[in-house]
């Protein structure tokens, strides 16, 4: 058996100066530490088995669970989002298992119906704390998921409950002092943070071809489909239609990786970072692009925010939920007693606006549409 100690000493002799080391990590509440698995292998561990995570395969990335099978989820993009962290991690000398668990719990706070789920909940709670799904993964991993008798949420270490937390600081609401504000995020944050967003560029692309909300001809218009379409061809010239467009998304994947792997060296070598002190005191993103895939890359998000996320198919949708979302929180805060009990002993000890906010997050789009209709439409069954 390789014991954990020996595994400790790979990381040590394998990764980089500046990598997190599992040896360090700590946890809030002590606990043994396990004879054949790293720390940060078992906070992957603790996420995957989560209640929190298994219900991301019926939440919403873009297109609704029931408009189709094909369409990425939650689960799915979390799942995108950690493999292309692992390649990050593994080329650049950072430590593949934080990122790998930090990629698999960034979405665990999500709401249902992505994003306008939780802008409804944020307008909802604007004048309780607002929501974040960001901060919700943080609640979710350290209160709201119940396994273990000792204690609340899952025991993550800290180094992950920072990362969780510092994957996407809003101005208006800035990181708590107990996740350190004046360091910059460890590189495995950062790397999962872009990773995060590379996943999304190249499934939204694929997803918006199949629902037919983006014409292939239209994509002609971006200057780095037009670089992955031209690979593509002059490997296989006579390749067209759907093996085109997918064998032109796994080539934007492969450029932007490549690139964000040699301008984060670079940013390495101009910058000296020899250690994890070096990378806490840097006042500059290390883990970035070089100006041009930059750029480039940016022209694709705006794309897509005028094709996909701005076809009315789509916003026709998020209104809908945005309506799901609200009519629900409006109810269950009129009357608490509509919840299950755990939920109503939990508005007693955090107030019902939190509790509902927490219960409401939790659920699926499936779950979700079910309990709006027991509430609203008069002889649905509430059994």
């Known amino acids: 058996m390789i014991a954990r100690e020996e595994l400790e000493r790979r990381e040590e002799q394998l990764l980089a100066p500046f990598a997190a080391k599992s040896?360090?990590?700590?946890?809030?509440?002590?606990?043994?530490?396990?004879?054949?698995?790293?720390?940060?292998?078992?906070?992957?561990?603790?996420?995957?088995?989560?209640?929190?995570?298994?219900?991301?395969?019926?939440?919403?990335?873009?297109?609704?669970?029931?408009?189709?099978?094909?369409?990425?989820?939650?689960?799915t993009h979390s799942t995108e989002a950690a493999q292309i962290?692992?390649?990050?991690?593994?080329?650049?000398?950072?430590?593949?298992?934080?990122?790998?668990?930090?990629?698999?719990?960034?979405?665990?706070?999500?709401?249902?119906?992505?994003?306008?789920?939780?802008?409804?909940?944020?307008?909802c709670m604007r004048d309780h704390g607002g929501f974040e799904h960001n901060r919700q993964s943080l609640r979710v991993v350290t209160v709201l998921e119940r396994r273990y008798p000792d204690f609340p949420g899952l025991n993550l270490t800290w180094e992950t409950l920072e990362s969780i937390r510092k994957h996407d600081v809003k101005p208006d609401r800035p990181v708590e002092a107990e996740y350190?504000?004046?360091?910059?995020?460890?590189?495995?944050?950062?790397?999962?943070?872009?990773?995060d967003s590379i996943a999304y560029d190249a499934h939204d692309i694929d997803d918006g071809v199949e629902a037919g909300l983006i014409d292939e001809s239209r994509l002609e218009e971006l200057e780095f489909w037009r670089e992955s379409v031209a690979e593509v061809c002059r490997r296989w010239p006579a390749v067209g239609g759907e093996m085109l467009v997918r064998q032109s998304v796994l080539r934007?994947?492969?450029?932007?990786?490549?690139?964000?792997?040699?301008?984060?060296?670079?940013?390495?070598?101009?910058?000296?970072?020899?250690?994890?002190?070096?990378?806490?005191?840097?006042?500059?993103?290390?883990?970035?692009?070089?100006?041009?895939?930059?750029?480039?890359?940016?022209?694709l998000e705006a794309f897509l925010q005028r094709n996909v996320y701005g076809n009315y198919r789509v916003v026709i949708m998020h209104e809908k939920?945005?309506?799901?979302?609200?009519?629900?929180?409006?109810?269950?805060?009129?009357?608490?007693?509509?919840?299950?009990?755990?939920?109503?002993?939990?508005?007693?000890e955090v107030g019902p606006h939190r509790a509902v906010a927490d219960y409401i997050a939790g659920m699926t789009d499936r779950y979700a549409q079910e309990e709006y209709r027991k509430l609203f439409t008069p002889f649905e069954n509430i059994l």
């Not at 934080?98 to 307008?123: I, N, V």
């Not at 350190?180 to 990773?195: H, I, K, T």
């Not at 060296?265 to 895939?293: I, K, T, W």
């Open 23 to 75: 040896a360090r990590a700590r946890r809030l509440h002590p606990e043994p530490e396990h004879p054949y698995r790293t720390a940060f292998q078992r906070d992957r561990d603790r996420v995957i088995h989560c209640a929190a995570f298994r219900r991301l395969q019926y939440k919403t990335q873009v297109f609704v669970n029931h408009e189709g099978d094909y369409y990425r989820t939650r689960l």
């Open 85 to 123: 962290s692992r390649t990050i991690a593994r080329a650049t000398g950072l430590n593949e298992d934080l990122c790998e668990g930090l990629a698999l719990a960034h979405d665990l706070g999500h709401t249902p119906f992505g994003h306008s789920g939780q802008d409804a909940l944020d307008d």
């Open 180 to 195: 350190r504000p004046e360091w910059a995020p460890l590189l495995e944050a950062q790397a999962v943070d872009v990773a």
């Open 252 to 299: 934007l994947i492969n450029t932007e990786v490549s690139d964000l792997v040699e301008s984060t060296l670079e940013n390495v070598r101009r910058l000296d970072l020899r250690d994890l002190a070096g990378v806490r005191a840097a006042r500059e993103r290390v883990v970035a692009f070089s100006p041009g895939v930059e750029r480039r890359k940016r022209e």
């Open 321 to 348: 939920a945005r309506k799901f979302v609200t009519e629900l929180f409006r109810a269950y805060v009129g009357n608490v007693a509509q919840l299950p009990p755990r939920f109503q002993e939990w508005a007693r």
